[in-house]
């Protein structure tokens, strides 16, 4: 499986971007992989699980510091994960990355329990 992260960018505090992941050598619509999740990672920080949605049902699961902000979603016929960030704030600076798992775990948010990772997209937001 190969992820691959976009849509990072500069944008003011306040402002939106939509993260977008493109899994490709497997289909989502399978279930073969049980998770899907964003992590960050800011200069100088410990990455950070931001969000995760599982394959089978869709739930979905946030990080107390971007709830009610932040939204994933999935798009199996295309293949893609989707992390929509509204009123960002400074502290949401950091490098996005979205990985996967095979690993039926309930630490989602739980970097260590993914087993294969895209490279990452860098998000400014300024004051």
């Known amino acids: 499986v190969q992820l691959q992260a976009y849509g990072g960018g500069s944008v003011q505090a306040g402002g939106s971007l939509r993260l977008s992941c493109e899994v490709s050598?497997?289909?989502?619509?399978?279930?073969?992989?049980?998770?899907y999740g964003w992590f960050r990672q800011a200069p100088g920080k410990e990455r950070e699980g931001v969000s995760s949605?599982?394959?089978?049902?869709?739930?979905?699961y946030y990080a107390d510091s971007v709830k009610g902000r932040f939204t994933i979603s999935k798009d199996t016929g295309k293949n893609t994960v989707y992390l929509q960030m509204n009123s960002l704030k400074p502290e949401d600076t950091a490098v996005y990355y979205c990985?996967?798992?095979?690993?039926?775990?309930?630490?989602?948010?739980?970097?260590?329990?993914?087993?294969?990772w895209g490279q990452g997209t860098k998000v400014t937001v300024s004051s």
């Open positions: 990985a996967t798992t095979y690993i039926a775990t309930t630490e989602l948010l739980n970097g260590a329990e993914y087993t294969d």
């Open positions: 050598g497997i289909s989502m619509a399978v279930y073969d992989y049980y998770a």
């Open positions: 949605i599982s394959s089978n049902d869709g739930s979905t």
